[in-house]
């Protein structure tokens, strides 16, 4: 399993970035995917879940309405559309295979500041 995210990087308050994944190594498709973040000093929060046709999405309450998640299965790429960023949006972001990110990614750093 390989899962290899980028996208991160410095956004302003109220700005966006947008946050890739591009998976290997497994059947994509036949997985619900996952965003999950570390803060500095906290553990790891899900952020957001897609099922495997990109029918069904999730998102953690202090998320919803401004990040969206989607998938092409085609190309076997996961993403974060992140909209109207908030300084505790600031962490390490990582694509995984499950809700708690036991199977994730080497992450991609998000920080939001002006």
């Known amino acids: 399993v390989q899962l290899v995210e980028s996208g991160g990087g410095l956004g302003n308050p109220g700005g966006s970035l947008r946050l890739s994944c591009a998976a290997s190594?497994?059947?994509?498709?036949?997985?619900?995917m996952y965003w999950v973040r570390q803060r500095p000093g906290q553990d790891i929060e899900w952020v957001s879940s897609?099922?495997?046709?990109?029918?069904?999405?999730y998102y953690v309450e202090s998320v919803k309405g401004r990040f969206a998640i989607s998938r092409d299965n085609a190309k076997n790429v996961l993403y974060l559309e992140m909209n109207g960023l908030k300084p505790e949006d600031t962490a390490l972001y990582y694509c995984?295979?499950?809700?708690?990110?036991?199977?994730r990614g080497q992450g991609t750093q998000v920080t939001v500041a002006s």
């Open positions: 995984a295979r499950d809700s708690q990110g036991a199977i």
């Open positions: 190594g497994f059947p994509f498709s036949t997985y619900w």
């Open positions: 897609i099922d495997t046709r990109g029918s069904n999405k």
